[in-house]
């Protein structure tokens, strides 16, 4: 249950709410938008973790996920080594595609901060060839990869276990 309330409130609920000054009624419907974003993300977890009890024994579902190789156990008890590298590659492009979906909410945070001059104002041009707030997203990325290097770097690195 509680991986379930950190997935949940970790996902794909808070980009309506970002994006509140470029949408009609924006003091009604971003709110909206965030709890029916919340109700359908509750309902396909619930039908994930349904599947995935389902799929393989206990002990192999917990043996899998120590490894974080879960969902590929699933896919390869269901259907085979061919889907079981399919769902690899899934989950590869899920990584890279909430990455990109991070840098691009965490810019539009900072462009929105600019707009009303809370950061420096640079981050609030917005590109004339792109319409993004080009800055901004090249600021976040950055940022977002010297972070990663400061984690990677101060983690001490585990081999996963071959049993």
């Known amino acids: 249950m509680a991986g379930f309330l950190v997935a949940v409130f970790v996902y794909g609920w808070d980009g309506s709410v970002y994006v509140n000054e470029e949408v009609r009624q924006r003091r009604v419907n971003p709110g909206r938008a965030a709890i029916i974003a919340v109700a359908l993300l509750a309902v396909l977890y619930t039908l994930a973790q349904v599947g995935l009890q389902g799929g393989v024994s206990p002990a192999k579902l917990a043996a899998a996920s120590k490894n974080g190789t879960a969902l590929i156990a699933v896919a390869q008890a269901l259907g085979g080594g061919g889907w079981a590298k399919v769902m690899a590659l899934s989950i590869a492009l899920s990584v890279i595609a909430t990455t990109g979906t991070g840098i691009v909410l965490s810019a539009r945070i900072a462009y929105g901060m600019a707009s009303y001059r809370a950061p420096t104002s640079p981050l609030a041009k917005v590109s004339g060839r792109f319409n993004t707030p080009a800055i901004a997203s090249i ?15 101060a983690t001490p690195c585990r081999t996963p276990s071959t049993t």
């Open 139 to 153: 600021v976040v990325g950055v940022l977002l990869i010297a972070i990663t290097w400061i984690h990677l770097l």
